[in-house]
């Protein structure tokens, strides 16, 4: 199921992101998601694997909060 065509009709807030040393997604996924939400955020995690929300979960949370505010107050 691929529905990545449609991606450019959404335009609300969209958070990008990915693990640098994800062996399993590669960041070519995350260059095209980045060019059809041009709107996104983008987030890598230097040195992070797949599990990047747990690897970097320290530097994750901030982030998510922060993105969760602004969202929450457009």
């Known amino acids: 199921f691929d529905s990545s065509q ?5 335009t609300g807030p969209a958070l ?5 040393d994800d062996p399993v997604v590669p960041r070519s996924n995350l260059e095209v ?6 709107q996104a955020r983008v987030q890598n995690f230097e040195r992070a694997r797949h599990l990047f929300w ?4 320290r530097d994750l949370q901030p982030l998510l909060e ?3 505010r602004q969202c ?3």
Do not use: M, V, W
Not at 6 to 10: D, Q, V, Y
Not at 16 to 20: E, T
Not at 54 to 57: H, L, Q, R, T
């Open 54 to 57: 747990i690897e970097c979960a």
């Open 6 to 10: 449609r991606l450019p009709a959404f």
């Open 66 to 68: 922060e993105f969760t």
């Open 33 to 38: 998601l980045r060019q059809k939400l041009p």
């Open 72 to 74: 929450s107050s457009s």
């Open 16 to 20: 990008l992101l990915h693990g640098d």
